[in-house]
């Protein structure tokens, strides 16, 4: 069986948004860790403003201080960002984002990108919108394949998407698209609610990133009542070798992000013994 290690523990940047990446990188360099999660969003990475130029600053940044970028995450969850939106403009501006997003990651030097499906209106079926979903996914897949980035499927809360909820619904899309270049991102808080697990996950689909978050609301480990040493047993027992995000997505840690992070991460460093 092989052992979870902290190399593979890889931080997100989004609960630091009121400091400089800077200070985030140098925060993980004050805690040993070796690889990060990058979010692109305002006001570290901002997607539709970023140029070549500043993309490479980025990346000298962290490769100065010796960090791997475990996954470029753009951030897709919030306004104006739906590529299943039933608005073609919203839909288009949707697309061309994570296409451009492709070039960032790229630019960076990950293969591995973290997309969402989007979500329809919930007074309609859904049935639509999943189709335009797999659509865009299918456009953004090409490029990727292009690029040679993996690309990894996030199941979203369920008020957060009426698409994909739960791990029968990413499988359905998965088969559907059927592209070795898509994979599931697994993030322990929506598999909670949704009642799933990580074996069912790790049975069931291909499983390319984790996102390791305590919940309810994505809090800092040691805050939330998820079962952590369960989840590193289970991903032992299936001998993950990918990296596991830590996604603090909560702003109660807004002003103090160092204090969450490193709560965390000694909750993490206990459970791996």
């Given at each position: ?15 630091y948004?009121?400091?400089p ?29 970023a ?7 980025i ?5 100065r ?16 960002i739906?590529?299943a939106?039933e608005?073609p ?7 061309k ?11 960076l030097?990950?293969n ?6 989007g ?9 639509e ?13 090409e ?9 990894t499927l996030e199941?979203?809360?369920k ?11 990413a499988?359905k ?28 996950y790790?049975?069931?689909?291909k ?17 939330g ?32 992000p160092?204090?969450?992070?490193e709560?965390a991460l ?8």
């Amino acid at each position: 069986m092989r052992k979870i290690q902290m190399s593979q523990i890889s931080p997100m940047n989004i609960h630091y948004a009121l400091y400089p990446l800077e200070y985030f990188l140098d925060s993980l360099v004050k805690y040993d860790i070796q690889a990060v999660e990058l979010w692109g969003g305002s006001p570290h990475v901002p997607i539709e403003d970023a140029t070549f130029a500043s993309v490479c600053r980025i990346r000298d940044e962290i490769v100065r201080r010796d960090l791997n970028i475990a996954c470029f995450t753009p951030e897709t969850c919030k306004y104006p960002i739906n590529i299943a939106a039933e608005e073609p403009s919203l839909r288009d501006r949707s697309i061309k984002y994570l296409l451009k997003s492709l070039d960032i990651a790229s630019e960076l030097g990950t293969n591995l990108m973290q997309i969402v499906p989007g979500t329809g209106y919930f007074n309609k079926k859904p049935d639509e919108a999943w189709k335009r979903s797999r659509e865009s996914l299918q456009i953004i897949i090409e490029k990727a394949d292009v690029l040679g980035i993996d690309l990894t499927l996030e199941p979203l809360l369920k008020r957060e998407s009426n698409l994909i909820f739960n791990k029968d619904l990413a499988k359905k899309m998965l088969d559907e698209i059927h592209s070795p270049r898509l994979g599931c991102n697994v993030d322990t808080v929506p598999m909670a609610e949704a009642g799933d697990s990580l074996v069912d996950y790790f049975t069931e689909l291909k499983v390319n990133h984790i996102h390791l978050c305590d919940g309810p609301n994505h809090v800092a480990w040691g805050d939330g009542t998820l079962p952590l040493h369960q989840y590193i047993n289970e991903l032992e027992q299936f001998e993950y070798q990918g990296y596991l995000g830590l996604e603090i997505y909560n702003s109660t840690y807004y002003l103090d992000p160092d204090q969450a992070l490193e709560q965390a991460l000694n909750h993490i460093r206990a459970a791996i013994g």
